[in-house]
């Protein structure tokens, strides 16, 4: 039964398309020159087609008259009536330059642009307007090019896109061509179903192009916009400036042409334009730039009235240019869209909330005490011929409070954070088999000749072939700067995974890891560090390291095993065992970089790090036993002995400086055991899970935390450290806005019982002593003396706000850049009743590092100044023994 069906359908869609007869257009001004970035909207069928650069557009219309609307940007539009006949047509649309004028609007300077209230009005209906449309079908044709016209030789050799062997000369001065046409289906409240029933590129098979297919999914209305901050968004008004700059009067509406002007350079906000109807207070046209790191994007949205009081986007013209580390090229995107059918949630509109608060207890479903109330100050605020900044904002949440679907407002209460696929595609088996009269049928926008000749040198190299069934989610281009640690020779030389077998693994650190440290107390250390990973299943793996190091200047071997598993991925449930004999710092908690410390002490005779000889056995535990509340317990033995400098080689050939603690009559050998109980709590602490797996993402309150920790005897005839000390903390990061956040965290502690105490058992203060560290400067001192520490009771607190605009970045010829800065500010008192003081500015620089200048206090005299360079990275290049 099915097949019949489907044949009589076919049938149809031929006859209808046999019928119809095609319309070819240009669009030039009046000296005849065409005008770019055009838009044509065919009424009866609610189409939209975005002209191409040249102005020509066509398609395929069946016998009858329409009515057309001819628009560009700068021109006035125009209506013309085109009666389609059985044969073909050309028509040539002349439009004239747009003469807006200010009208009665009269600008004094001192008073408030009228353009701000134009915008507090089209600020507080966005949400409706975000949440008007139930439901749609729809077609849209996509067109997109591509153009790289230069990519710098180191990154040629070095670049590779999802793991093939691609010549990327091959792509470059070549156009890149994509066109697809896709049936949509759009449910509320941000769901597509996206067909694409014919697809053609150019591109590359080694890319994956269905994941660029679709359409713009983000709308003017929301918060963000493509991901930066819409000039609609509840609190536009902090990130932009707007201007009135004409007014374009037409017999049925009033169109408000408002310059959008971001307060700060910043590639999270735009600039442009943006074309907002009188009384309705919707988007008629959006024509907005933004550009980060050399590359520009430049979008221009139109939107018609598909529907009485249905304002919806019907083309869109997107512009790339692209200019960043020497990689240059352009692109074009155009999307035109036609609606079939278009449903309206009219529950939402404003009116008909008024109509539902008056029927009162008479509606169907009567308004809850708190959404009477809303409604009646909605209702006030929407009677007033003019609001204020604080009322637009006002109206916006409450106006979002009444029409945010009940789906919408269910995600934001559950604590986890559920990843909505917005966008469903689906490629048609047929997609890639359509023939040249199939595409002639569909295509509005003419083929030039550089595009059809990439199609044909796509097909020659590839013989016509269609996507792989095992093409890759998305496109992975990947930088592999020296040789490659794929090969046998890069993992001898680098190091490297092999893989036994699909569950089990090695990791060899390589040549270049024979040497991991050099410092006076041992010397070199030269040997090797291999891990062995065993996935249990996809949530659960178990590993295993051993290290073997041969110390030159104690000539004794010094090894380490570490084993890890994770048993419970939604609860973070580890285990963590490790051994060894090595030289540990004294502060093994907050210490300093074993890395920088081993080029200090190489190329300039320093030594940061107070070293032991360690003899150790510890194991922890830690799990979350509800949501947020995280649970942590260890144990540890650790057989203690000093160390002194059996080693002086440095660059710079200065005396080395003396190991502390060295002297046994000070610090005697000692067997020390310990346990260690902590907890955490975060309130409403929200979460994601993927594959399996909990990660934890936000939460809105604070972080608490306590701690305990014991010392005791657990050998004979040996001077164990014996005490009791207990541990509180307070933290949280605040996200102000989305240029600057706020951190804090105070934490105290005291030993409650002190019979005996070695320099490893005392509380150390995280300090970065060193130039270079890699601790940032949010939660360290970094002027402290060298080892500070307390044996009896301790407050510090730390408070830090960071901002892309604070001193340096409101310099307008300094914007551009991408920096950060922060100022600090630590405290700390101990029993000896000093209170130290730190303050302190930085620079950060895109997250990769930071450069700071810090003043210290004691008893509010200037104790010292330094300097200090953040350097997070270095985590990554080494594994701290602790």
Known sequence: MKQPLLYTLCCLLLHATLQAQQLKGV??????????????????????????????????????????????????????????????????????E???????????????????????????YAPYYRYQISEYHAEAYIKGSLTIDKIPGIFKRAMKVNSSDLDINTLIGQPL????????????????????????????????VTRGLSIMTSSIYNRDLDGRISPLAPGAFRFYAFRLEDVDYHPDHIVNKIKVIPRKKNPDLFSGYLYILENSWNVYI????????????????????????????????????????????????????????????GSRHPETIKEIASAGVQAEDPLTPRQQKIVTELEKLTQKE???????????????????PEEIQKQHEALEIKEVEKVQMEVDTLAWRRDTTFWTSIRELPLRIEEIRSYQRRDSLSGNDTI????????????????????????????GVWQMNPNLSL?????????????????????????????????????????????????????????????????????????????????????????????????????????????????????????????????????????????????????????????????????????????????????????????????????????????????ADNQAPMYDKLLFSVSQKIKVSPFEEMDYHFSGGSFLHAALLYENDLHYFHNNRMLFTPSDFTRSFNLLPPYAASGDWWMEGHLNYQ????????????????????????????????????????????????AGIFTSFVDKKVEGVGVRISYPLWYILEKRLK
């Open 386 to 404: 003019e609001l204020s900044t604080r009322e637009a904002y006002r109206m916006s949440k409450l106006m979002n409070k009444m029409v945010e």
């Open 27 to 96: 669009i030039v001004n009046e000296q005849g020159d065409p005008v770019p970035n055009s838009t044509v909207y065919i009424q009866e069928t609610a189409k939209g087609i975005a002209a191409d650069n040249l102005g020509e557009f066509q398609t395929l219309l069946s016998p009858g008259t329409y009515t057309c609307e001819f628009r560009s940007l700068g021109y006035e539009s125009i209506n013309k009536n085109i009666t389609m006949g059985k044969h073909n047509q050309s028509i040539r649309i002349v439009l004239q």
């Open 507 to 715: 990791r060899y650190g390589g040549l270049t890891g024979a040497l991991k440290e050099y410092n006076f107390v041992d010397g070199f250390w030269l040997g090797q560090t291999i891990s062995i990973n065993y996935a249990i299943d996809k949530n659960r793996a178990f590993s295993f390291s051993p290290s073997l190091y041969y110390t030159t200047a104690r000539q004794k071997w010094l090894w380490h095993v570490a084993a890890s598993l994770d048993y419970a991925p939604m609860s973070l449930g580890r285990f963590d065992f490790s051994a060894g004999h090595i030289s540990r710092d004294v502060n093994s908690m907050n210490g300093e970089s074993r890395l920088m410390n081993t080029l200090t002490a190489f190329s300039l005779g320093q030594n940061f790090i107070r070293y032991y000889d360690s003899r150790y056995l510890k194991a922890t535990h830690s799990i979350d036993i509800a949501n947020g509340l995280h649970l942590y317990s260890g144990a540890e033995i650790d057989q203690r002995a000093p160390l002194s400098n059996r080693a002086s080689f440095n660059l710079t050939g200065r005396e080395a400086p003396p190991n502390i603690p060295a002297d046994a009559g000070l610090y005697p050998p000692h067997k020390a055991a310990g346990i260690t109980l902590g907890l955490s709590y975060t309130p409403r602490y929200r979460y994601r899970v993927r594959e399996g797996r909990k990660w934890y993402a936000s939460s809105k309150y604070p972080t608490f935390a306590a701690g305990y920790e014991k010392g005791f005897n657990l050998f």
């Open 468 to 495: 792989p069934e095992n093409e890759p989610a998305g496109n992975e281009v990947v930088l592999s700067i020296g040789e490659n640690p794929a090969t046998l020779f890069g993992k001898i030389t680098q190091g």
């Open 177 to 208: 061509v994509m066109e697809s046409q896709s049936q949509i289906h759009f449910t509320s409240p941000e769901r597509y179903s996206q067909n694409v029933v014919a697809l053609k590129s150019s591109i590359p098979k080694e890319f994956n």
């Open 803 to 850: 901002s892309q605009y604070l001193l340096l970045k409101n310099l307008p010829f300094l914007q551009r850049f991408s920096f950060d800065e922060a100022v600090h500010i630590h405290g700390l008192i101990t029993e000896e009743r000093q209170i130290y003081l730190e303050g302190g500015y930085s620079i950060g620089f895109m997250g990769l590092g930071r």
């Open 286 to 345: 959006a024509d907005l730039t933004t550009s980060e790191l050399g590359t520009t994007m430049h979008y221009r949205i139109n939107f018609h009235q598909v529907k009485p009081s249905v304002y919806l986007p019907t083309t869109y013209d997107v512009t790339l240019t692209l200019n960043t580390m020497g990689v240059k090229g352009s692109g074009k995107y155009y999307a035109s869209m036609k609606y079939n059918s278009v449903e309206v949630d």
């Open 98 to 124: 747009t003469s807006y004028m200010l009208g009665e609007v009269v600008v004094v300077a001192g008073d408030e642009d009228p353009a701000y209230r134009i915008m507090r009005k089209a600020i507080a």
